[in-house]
C-alpha cells in the first residue's frame, strides 16, 4: 500500500471496477452450444452493496460484450458500460457527466487494456495475478487473485478509510 493511500480513498466518491479478471479468475466456460458462463463470488456482491450503502457509486467498464457481465451487474444494481474500443475515454465521460476530479474516483483493473484509466484514476487498484504493469502503477495490489475475493478486499480498504455517508 503506497503512502498517502488512506487520505486518498477518503476523497472517493466513485470506484470502477473492470470485470474479467477482477470479478471473475479470468477463465470461460463454454458449453456445447456455445454457452459461456463464469464464477463470481458472493463476497464481491456483498462489498459493492456495502460501497454504495456508504454513497460511494459503483460502475463496471468492460471490453466484455457478454450477457453474463449484464446479468452480474444487474443483480449487483451497478451501472454497466461495455464497449469494444478503449475505456478511457468512459471513464473520462464519467467523470465530467458527475462532475468529479480524477482524485475522487478509483479504478480496479488487471490486464494492459486497463492501464490507461489505471493511469488516469486518483486511486489505482489491482489483483495479485494482475499484469506486471498493472502492478508498477497500483496504489495496492490485493493479495488474493481476481475472482477469489479480490473485489471484496478492495471494498473493504475503501469502507476501513473511507468517510461515512
Known amino acids: 500500500m503506497r503512502l498517502g ?10 470506484v470502477v471496477f ?9 477463465k470461460v466456460m463454454l458449453d456445447q452450444n456455445g454457452i459461456e458462463s463464469v464464477v463470481c463470488s458472493r463476497k464481491d456482491g456483498m462489498g459493492i452493496l456495502m460501497l454504495k450503502q456508504a454513497g460511494l457509486k459503483v460502475i463496471v467498464i468492460t471490453n466484455e460484450q457478454n ?5 452480474r451487474c444487474a443483480k449487483l444494481g451497478v451501472e454497466l458500460i461495455q464497449t469494444p474500443e478503449k475505456k478511457l475515454p468512459f471513464f473520462i465521460q464519467l467523470l465530467n457527466t458527475g462532475s468529479l476530479n480524477y482524485k475522487e474516483v478509483a479504478f480496479m483493473g488487471d490486464d494492459v487494456n486497463d ?5 488516469f484514476a ?7 495475478d494482475g499484469d506486471p504493469k498493472c502492478k508498477e502503477i497500483a496504489d495496492y495490489v490485493t493479495v488474493r487473485n481476481g ?4 473485489v471484496r478486499e478492495v471494498c473493504d480498504l475503501i469502507l476501513r478509510y473511507s468517510k461515512p455517508a
Do not use: M, Q, S, W
Not at 147 to 150: K, M, S
Open 67 to 71: 450477457p453474463v457481465v449484464v446479468k
Open 5 to 14: 493511500l488512506e487520505e486518498r480513498i477518503k476523497k472517493l466518491k466513485l
Open 122 to 128: 486518483g486511486v489505482k487498484f489491482t489483483v495479485a
Open 18 to 26: 473492470d470485470f474479467d479478471g477482477i470479478f471473475t479468475d479470468g
Open 147 to 150: 475472482g477469489d475475493h479480490a
Open 115 to 119: 492501464l490507461e484509466c489505471l493511469d
